[in-house]
Each structure stands twice: as structure tokens, then as C-alpha cells.
């Protein structure tokens, strides 16, 4: 069982920022395509952002020009940065991990195998 976990939620103000981090000591995240989510209350669970193996990176129009997804594979991390955040985007925020046969990253929640479990981001108005 892969074990992710998500840290760096918290409460912002409207405008504010915040930088998320998925990581894991089990196995390396660099072979690995990972997805950002998100689902907030009483909504059905949403892709943010993916970062393929390669690096390449593909955003939901919401977090396009907000939102920033990298990975620094010597501390073994994949983060999201979130600036200009709206109280909207509160929700709690998974990463998770694809298969690592495929390459690519998609913005898709069932292309995806394993899960951490949360981390919570609250924007106040």
C-alpha cells in the first residue's frame, strides 16, 4: 500500500496563499504521475492540477493562472502552490498517484490508483 501525504492547508483570507506538499517515504514520486484534487463540501470531487513523470503539467481552467503544480524529486515532493485563492476553493485537497505505466498525467480521478488522505483549505471572505 503506497502511503501519501498531503500537508499545508490551513485558513486564508480571501487573496491569500497557500503552498500544499505531497510526499511519501515508501516509495519515489519521480517515476510517478500525480494529481492534485480537490472536493469540497457537498460537491463531487474535482481534478486541480497533474504533473506527469516528465514534468509536464496540465491545470482545470479553475486553477489556471492561480495555481502552480511542481515536483522536486531529491526532497521526494510534489506541491501546489495556490495564490489569489477565493472562497471557492475551499475544499479539502488530495493528491494521489497514477499507475506508473502510464506516463502521462490526466486530469481524471479514476486514472488514478492510490490516495492520501486530505488536507484541509479554508478561504475566508
Known amino acids: 500500500q503506497l502511503h501519501l501525504v498531503e500537508s499545508g492547508g490551513g485558513l486564508v483570507q480571501l487573496g491569500g496563499s497557500l503552498k500544499l506538499s505531497c510526499g511519501t517515504s515508501v516509495f519515489s514520486l519521480e517515476h510517478y504521475s500525480i494529481g492534485w484534487f480537490r472536493q469540497a463540501p457537498g460537491k463531487e470531487r474535482e481534478a486541480v492540477s497533474c504533473i506527469s513523470s516528465s514534468g509536464r503539467t496540465s491545470s482545470a481552467d479553475s486553477a489556471k493562472g492561480r495555481f502552480t503544480i511542481s515536483k522536486d524529486n531529491a526532497k521526494n515532493t510534489v506541491y501546489l502552490e495556490m495564490y489569489s485563492l477565493k472562497p471557492e476553493d475551499t475544499a479539502v485537497y488530495y493528491c494521489?498517484?497514477?499507475?506508473?505505466?502510464?506516463?502521462?498525467?490526466?486530469?481524471?480521478?479514476?486514472?488514478?490508483?492510490?490516495w492520501g488522505q486530505g488536507t484541509q483549505v479554508t478561504v475566508s471572505s
Open positions: 494521489a498517484v497514477r499507475s506508473p505505466q502510464f506516463r502521462e498525467c490526466v486530469l481524471r480521478e479514476d486514472e488514478y490508483d492510490y
